[in-house]
């Protein structure tokens, strides 16, 4: 039941009590002015209760039993019907020992003031259906709580479900990406290391120097291609659960990235946060294919990584002081780069003019 439901309820339960009473009351304008008080503190309370659960709902009850009371005794009665919503109201939000407590008090006081206008037998008749009336909106109200509370429960074990899902997927996308990282590492990282050891053994012997230089040249990018390799793996073994991680890389990328005539810088936004695996290692190979870019074509002398954290979403961007171009043309790196970002769900923009360098925006939800 929604709010407006029950506060609907509310409303029509006590305007009924009270229209039968007004027509044989001969204190009828009290008992208008007493009922509709009830009616303003009983809709307000159940409003507030259902935005969000009161913290003192017995002051906040305390405030309708005088008015149902006296409802109740100005209309000799006849009016009882009114004290159904604070019976309904006790049992959702008081201990049900209290709320049994209450009505039985209610039942009490009923019972008093009936006796003065019904004759014993009458009297014993009418308390005896308030007393049922009573019971059936406590079981009644009763049911409506334990549904409740068990529509709570459900909706935490789904939350804890999907947090355990969640957490399953990544220690096995972890794994996974631990295995590649050892297979990469073994395999291709000793492959190059070796084929750099035996260039420079091959060096020593060679005595052209044109030869010796254009070796060197391979070397260089033997061992450049060995750093790349060595990031990606850490890259690859960074926990998507650690923040500080994946910040840490970040870093060790954009060291790794500058030369003697290449200054970059890094500029972080906003509040570091846990990424997802994906979403972590996507912006990683981003930085690292918009950084690759900048030492092979742009012949900047800095470049700016900035890293920014938006409540809904990550920017990255890289841009350089290059000579840029009028019209760009994407090569496999940058083209795979976009491919990897949407994938993420994700977008990639270039921003570049001739002499002004490339600006590489990556902007993924997370």
Known sequence: MGAGTIIATVVVVVLAGVSGALASSTAWLPLVAVSAAYLAIATAGMAWAERSAPQRPAQMLALQVPLVVATIALSEGRAYLVAMPLVSMAVLFLRLRHAI??????????????????????????????ASASGF????????????????????LHDRLADYVTQVEELA???ERNRIAREVHDGLGHTLTVASVQLQAARTRIEDREVDERLERVQHILRDGLGELRRSVSMLRVSPSSPQAFARAIAELVEGSG???????????????????????????????????????????????????EPERV????????????????????????????ISGGTVEFETAAGRGLTVRVEVPA
């Open 101 to 130: 407590a209450l009505v039985v008090a209610l039942v009490a006081v009923f019972a008093v003031i009936i006796t003065r206008s019904l004759s014993l037998s009458g009297a014993a008749q009418a308390t005896v259906g308030f």
């Open 137 to 156: 909106v406590v079981v009644f109200s009763q049911l409506v709580r334990r549904e409740r509370e068990a529509r709570a429960e459900v909706e935490r």
């Open 173 to 175: 996308t972890t794994k």
């Open 259 to 309: 030369a003697p005539d290449l200054a970059v810088e890094l500029v972080t936004e906003g509040a570091p946060r846990t990424l997802p695996g994906a979403i972590g290692f996507t912006l990683y190979r981003a930085a690292q294919e918009a950084l690759t870019n900048v030492r092979r074509h742009a012949r900047a002398h800095r470049a700016t990584v900035r890293l920014v954290y």
């Open 315 to 342: 920017v990255l961007s890289i841009a350089d002081d290059g000579v840029g171009a009028d019209a760009l043309s994407l090569g496999h790196g940058l083209t795979g780069l976009r491919e990897r970002v949407a």
